[in-house]
C-alpha cells in the first residue's frame, strides 16, 4: 500500500500571504496525484490532478507541482475562502486502489 | 449537472450491516470513462476509501475493508449500493458517494451513519 504523508498538520497564513502545502508518498506515483478541498460540512472538491492540472472552474491562485514522491500545493494570495482542509490524493496503482493523505488544515494566522 | 445522492438509515446496530444507496442523476452511471466509488470520514478525521465499481459490475475494495465490504450496481435505475457488514462503533463516519476516473470529481454531500445500539 502507498502511504501519502502531509505536512505539515496545520498551516497558519494571514490572508493576502501564500500557503505551501506538501505531499510525500511513500514510493513513486508518478503525476497521478490529486488535491482536493473540504470546508467544514461540505464534501470535498477537487482542485487539482495529474499533479499540475486545475479542475474545472479552480482559480488560478491554486496551483500544483512535483512528480515522483513529492507534491505541493500553492495558493499564491490566500482569500477568506481558501482556509478549509486540504487532502492529497493518489491513483498511481488504480485500478486497484487508491488513498488520501491525512489532510493538512490551513488556518487564518 | 451530475448530481450523486446518498440515501440509507443514520443509524446502525452493532454487528449489523450498513447499507446505503447513492443514486446518480444527470448522467449515466454506464459511462465506459468513469468508476463509482465509496469514500469515508469519522468525525474530525481524513477521508478513507472504501471501494469502487465499474457499471459492467467490476469492484475493487480496500484491502482493509475488503472482508466486510460488498459494493454492487443497478444501471437500470442509475444507482449503486454499499454494504459494510459487521459493524463496530469504528465504522460510525460520514459515508460519501463519488464518481471517479482516477481523481473524484463528482462527490455526493455525504450522509452520517451512527452506529450505536
Known amino acids: 500500500e502507498i502511504v501519502m504523508t502531509q505536512s505539515p498538520a496545520t498551516l497558519s497564513v494571514s490572508p493576502g500571504e501564500r500557503a505551501t502545502l506538501s505531499c510525500r508518498a511513500s514510493?513513486?506515483?508518478?503525476?497521478?496525484l490529486a488535491w482536493y478541498q473540504q470546508k467544514p460540512g461540505q464534501a470535498p472538491r477537487l482542485l487539482i490532478y495529474?499533479?499540475?492540472t486545475r479542475a474545472t472552474g479552480i482559480p488560478a491562485r491554486f496551483s500544483g507541482s512535483g512528480s515522483g514522491t513529492e507534491f505541493t500545493l500553492t495558493i499564491s494570495s490566500l482569500q477568506s475562502e481558501d482556509f478549509a482542509v486540504y487532502y492529497c490524493?493518489?491513483?498511481?496503482?488504480?485500478?486497484?486502489?487508491?488513498?488520501f493523505g491525512q489532510g493538512t488544515k490551513l488556518e487564518i494566522k | 449537472q451530475l448530481q450523486l445522492q446518498e440515501s440509507g438509515p443514520g443509524l446502525v446496530k452493532p454487528s449489523e450491516t450498513l447499507s446505503l444507496t447513492c443514486t446518480v442523476s444527470?448522467?449515466?452511471?454506464?459511462?465506459?470513462?468513469?468508476?463509482w466509488g465509496w469514500i469515508r470520514q469519522p468525525p474530525g478525521k481524513g477521508l478513507e476509501w472504501i471501494g469502487s465499481?465499474?457499471?459492467?459490475?467490476?469492484?475493487y475494495y480496500n484491502p482493509s475493508l475488503k472482508s466486510r465490504v460488498t459494493i454492487s450496481v443497478d444501471t437500470s435505475k442509475n444507482q449503486f449500493s454499499l454494504k459494510l457488514s459487521s459493524v463496530t462503533a469504528a465504522d460510525t463516519a460520514v459515508y460519501y458517494c463519488?464518481?471517479?476516473?482516477?481523481?473524484?470529481?463528482?462527490w455526493g454531500q455525504g450522509t452520517l451513519v451512527t452506529v450505536s445500539s
Open positions: 495529474g499533479a499540475s
Open positions: 465499481i465499474y457499471y459492467s459490475g467490476s469492484t
Open positions: 490524493q493518489q491513483y498511481n496503482n488504480w485500478p486497484p486502489a487508491y488513498t
Open positions: 463519488a464518481r471517479h476516473s482516477s481523481s473524484s470529481d463528482y
Open positions: 514510493q513513486s506515483v508518478s503525476s497521478n
Open positions: 444527470g448522467g449515466s452511471i454506464s459511462s465506459s470513462s468513469y468508476y
